[in-house]
């Protein structure tokens, strides 16, 4: 079933770009894809150029990242996902909420499509779910991204902001279920 998704800059977040942010998710057995479509003034955002080679990269959330988040519904354990239009990645695990972040292991790339033009940019993965989770468990899932502006402020974007501050880690914001 694919799930369309608007994301929304967390409330207080002030000066924000002129920018929106959608896009689709699709499980089908245990192939998850997934799809940002970032458009608007372009310019008024930091973008990383593209990396050569791609590679897993900490710290991606300190610039423009578009970020998912995993995880079985009543286990207390997540995965997080971050991918920066230059083309770096990184997936943690975590065991509880925002405890044990550590690398996940299980992928040693995550290939990941990027198109640029003059006012938009489209980001599209696909990956097999099978190192993490059966294909007959259920997901539940929060979709996210940071921008950073060209005058260096972070603005946090989410389907939902279910707490007083931006955190993509709060269980409740884990709204798609596929």
Same mark, same amino acid.
């Given at each position: 079933?694919i799930?369309n998704?608007a994301?929304q @800059?967390?409330p207080?977040d002030s000066?924000? &770009?002129?920018?929106e942010?959608?896009?689709r998710?699709?499980r #089908?057995?245990?192939?998850? +894809?997934?799809?940002?479509q970032?458009?608007?003034d372009?310019?008024a955002?930091?973008?990383?150029?593209?990396a050569? @080679?791609? !590679?897993?990269?900490?710290?991606?959330?300190? !610039?423009?990242?578009?970020?998912?988040? $995993?995880?079985? &519904?009543?286990?207390a354990?997540y995965w997080?996902?971050?991918l920066s239009?230059?083309g770096d990645?990184?997936?943690?695990?975590?065991d509880? %909420?925002r405890?044990g972040l550590?690398d996940?292991?299980?992928?040693s790339s995550?290939?990941? #499509?990027?198109?640029? %033009? &003059?006012? %938009? *940019?489209?980001l599209s993965?696909?990956f097999?779910? +099978?190192?993490? *989770?059966?294909?007959?468990?259920d997901?539940?899932?929060s979709v996210?991204?940071?921008?950073?502006s060209s005058q260096?402020?972070?603005? %946090?974007?989410? $389907?939902?902001?279910?707490? #007083?501050?931006a955190d993509?880690?709060?269980?409740? +914001?884990f709204?798609?279920?596929?």
């Amino acid at each position: 079933m694919i799930i369309n998704f608007a994301l929304q @800059p967390f409330p207080t977040d002030s000066n924000l &770009p002129q920018i929106e942010i959608n896009g689709r998710v699709n499980r #089908k057995e245990n192939i998850l +894809s997934i799809e940002y479509q970032l458009f608007g003034d372009l310019n008024a955002i930091s973008i990383a150029p593209p990396a050569n @080679p791609p !590679s897993r990269q900490f710290h991606l959330w300190e !610039s423009t990242c578009f970020e998912f988040f $995993i995880g079985i &519904p009543g286990d207390a354990n997540y995965w997080e996902f971050n991918l920066s239009p230059s083309g770096d990645w990184a997936v943690f695990a975590l065991d509880d %909420y925002r405890q044990g972040l550590r690398d996940e292991l299980s992928f040693s790339s995550l290939p990941f #499509k990027i198109d640029r %033009y &003059p006012n %938009y *940019i489209t980001l599209s993965l696909e990956f097999d779910l +099978s190192e993490l *989770i059966l294909a007959e468990q259920d997901l539940e899932m929060s979709v996210t991204t940071v921008i950073k502006s060209s005058q260096d402020e972070l603005s %946090y974007w989410a $389907i939902n902001h279910s707490g #007083k501050e931006a955190d993509f880690h709060l269980r409740d +914001s884990f709204i798609i279920k596929t």
